[in-house]
């Protein structure tokens, strides 16, 4: 605590000091350096109660982000927590990707089980198959003559 000391209190066994400097209260309540505007609002700090933990109702869980519909790349993704009741019947969740975190839909995170694993190790391979065979009807594409059309004299 710096700056000049004109005044101190103590209340209910904390230690209240006025900064003139800076015009605050300040005390230590719980371990933490704290300061108010007023001594009666440091006093209503003190007062309050302690806040109870919160409870930790999700423990972060790995999983697979994908699309298994429309085919996008898997990755492997940390589950963090549920952020709200999403659009329809779908959660928000928050996931963590290596150290982006996002905010996704419930619909395109997917449980990180060998059974999935093998599943997505499926769809990866038709993905990559269906990406060559694309490329070759782009080529056929690509050979085809053009339409010209015939000049009119």
Known sequence: MAGTVVHSETYEGVKILYDESDNVWRFTLRGRERSSESLAKAKESIDKPV???KKKGFIPVQAWKGDSYYGTKWKQVIVTSIAEKGYRSYDELWIKDGTCRSKECSSSIFAFTDENAALIDKMNSLTEQIE??????KGLSRKMEKFTVPSVD
């Open 51 to 53: 806040p109870e933990e």
């Open 132 to 137: 060559k065979l694309e490329e070759q009807r």
